[in-house]
């Protein structure tokens, strides 16, 4: 009886404090969330099955976080959504991926085309307001100022025309080093003190003196990565770069592809792997699905010795 008065006091107490007894969120269970992600991509990409695609992003979203799912994938749903002749369901995923982001200003012939003229046509009449939703979540920080400010210094006047005529090759790329040299403190610097999460085009600036920053941004990056908080496909392509690009060396995960001749009909090849018979298991510890399923979504010829699994 002691006990349950205990209880009861307690619970009244925190009921005027303010707290919530309510059991927490469960935590963003990574591989099952990219596993299934993956699953949507192959299902809409290669086998054009629309309702196990939206079934599949419909998993998605009961078992996302506030980062996932994110525009791409509503978007997603919502020319599912639009095949499958839902009208009203493609425009209530469009107004989801615009208030995760989607710029419905751009490529709007394409838009149409792909959901509808009835779902653009709702959406772009809410649009300023929806647009509005989406300017209020994004996070406050460093980062976000750190790149306005890169547009109005030396870093975007050293790319200027003027620049390019008055200076030669050498000592545009001395600026340019110069310039990148101390954005890349100041972000560090940021990043450091908690005040925005490594990202931005600022990372892609990792060459010369800045390598010696790599495994910090690097670590970082993972951190993000594992929270739910950046795709594995976007930390992939950063890592392959930096190893390929500025590194030199043969790339980890085979997210850099190229293409030897232009056409409509042209196949992309992919950069050296560090590991044909290995990249697969890197792949999956990142939540990035197997390299045949990439090569037959984005269209790229698969590495000498890659061997593909038996279906």
Same mark, same amino acid.
């Given at each position: 009886?002691?006990?349950?008065?205990?209880?009861?006091?307690?619970?009244?107490?925190?009921?005027?404090?303010?707290?919530?007894?309510?059991?927490? %969120?469960?935590?963003?269970?990574?591989?099952?969330?990219?596993?299934?992600?993956?699953?949507?991509?192959?299902?809409?990409?290669?086998?054009?099955?629309?309702?196990?695609?939206?079934?599949?992003?419909?998993?998605?979203?009961?078992?996302?976080?506030?980062?996932?799912?994110?525009?791409?994938?509503?978007?997603?749903?919502?020319?599912?959504?639009?095949?499958?002749?839902?009208?009203?369901?493609?425009?209530?995923?469009?107004?989801?991926?615009?208030?995760?982001?989607?710029?419905?200003?751009?490529?709007?012939?394409?838009?149409?085309?792909?959901?509808?003229?009835?779902?653009?046509?709702?959406?772009?009449?809410?649009?300023?307001?929806?647009?509005?939703?989406?300017?209020?979540?994004?996070?406050?920080?460093?980062?976000?100022?750190?790149?306005?400010?890169?547009?109005?210094?030396?870093?975007?006047?050293?790319?200027?025309?003027?620049?390019?005529?008055?200076?030669?090759?050498?000592?545009?790329?001395?600026?340019?080093?110069?310039?990148?040299?101390?954005?890349?403190?100041?972000?560090?610097?940021?990043?450091?003190?908690?005040?925005?999460?490594?990202?931005?085009?600022?990372?892609?600036?990792?060459?010369?003196?800045?390598?010696?920053?790599?495994?910090?941004?690097?670590?970082?990056?993972?951190?993000?990565?594992?929270?739910?908080?950046?795709?594995?496909?976007?930390?992939?392509?950063?890592?392959?770069?930096?190893?390929?690009?500025?590194?030199?060396?043969?790339?980890?995960?085979?997210?850099?592809?190229?293409?030897?001749?232009?056409?409509?009909?042209?196949?992309?090849?992919?950069?050296?792997?560090?590991?044909?018979?290995?990249?697969?298991?890197?792949?999956?510890?990142?939540?990035?699905?197997?390299?045949?399923?990439? %090569?037959?979504?984005?269209?790229?010829?698969?590495?000498?010795?890659?061997?593909?699994?038996?279906?």
């Amino acid at each position: 009886m002691k006990n349950c008065f205990t209880i009861a006091v307690c619970t009244l107490a925190f009921s005027l404090l303010g707290f919530k007894s309510d059991p927490p %969120a469960p935590s963003f269970d990574f591989h099952s969330y990219w596993n299934k992600y993956n699953e949507s991509q192959y299902l809409l990409r290669v086998d054009s099955n629309y309702i196990k695609t939206l079934n599949c992003i419909k998993w998605l979203e009961s078992n996302g976080n506030s980062t996932f799912p994110d525009m791409n994938t509503f978007y997603d749903a919502a020319r599912c959504s639009y095949m499958l002749r839902d009208s009203l369901g493609a425009v209530a995923y469009l107004e989801k991926s615009v208030i995760k982001g989607m710029n419905l200003l751009n490529n709007s012939e394409r838009i149409k085309n792909e959901v509808g003229t009835f779902a653009f046509q709702s959406v772009f009449s809410r649009y300023a307001e929806l647009h509005k939703q989406y300017s209020a979540s994004k996070a406050e920080s460093m980062h976000f100022l750190l790149e306005d400010k890169k547009h109005t210094t030396l870093d975007q006047f050293a790319r200027s025309a003027i620049m390019r005529e008055t200076l030669d090759k050498d000592q545009l790329a001395k600026i340019m080093n110069y310039v990148d040299s101390l954005n890349m403190a100041e972000h560090i610097a940021c990043v450091k003190q908690g005040l925005c999460p490594p990202g931005g085009m600022i990372t892609y600036h990792l060459y010369g003196k800045n390598e010696v920053y790599f495994p910090f941004i690097d670590s970082c990056m993972k951190v993000e990565l594992f929270a739910g908080r950046m795709q594995p496909s976007a930390y992939a392509f950063w890592y392959d770069r930096q190893l390929g690009y500025v590194q030199h060396v043969p790339q980890k995960y085979g997210c850099n592809v190229y293409y030897t001749e232009q056409s409509a009909t042209a196949k992309a090849k992919i950069s050296p792997l560090e590991s044909v018979d290995s990249v697969d298991f890197y792949r999956t510890e990142i939540g990035l699905p197997p390299l045949w399923q990439s %090569a037959e979504m984005s269209g790229f010829n698969l590495p000498e010795g890659y061997k593909r699994p038996k279906k």
